[in-house]
């Protein structure tokens, strides 16, 4: 259900009393949230309050990051489909959202938008973390 169908409220208070229940046992653990599909709850996943917002491949990086503010990490937000291309792609996609959240001066986990996709070509998938592994030498 889209977030216009739905009432996200209830959910979002108890997935908000969860991650501090955590955060009182777990201090040092950071917590990150991660919805798949989630491009449309964004400003309801900042408010539980976690360490880190995955932002997946429906939303663009910058916009993403704009909508949930300062002060959250942000994971993402590569589209998985992307390995299915040639690996000059890929590095070019890689190295794209890895300047787009270095733009907007937030610490950020290089992922994809919703993990491997089945029949994805195993060497691409070497190849994608070869890239993200090292795109900070690639300036």
Known sequence: MSPLQTDARPR?????QVIQSFKKTHPH????LYISGGGGLLERMAECQPDCISIDQSVDIVDGIRRIGDGFAVQGNMDPGVLFGSKETIEQRVMDVVKKARSQNVRHVMNLGHGVLPGTPEENVAHYFEVARTAHQRW
Do not use: D, K, M
């Open 12 to 16: 979002a208070a108890a997935l908000t």
């Open 29 to 32: 653990v950071p917590i990150i």
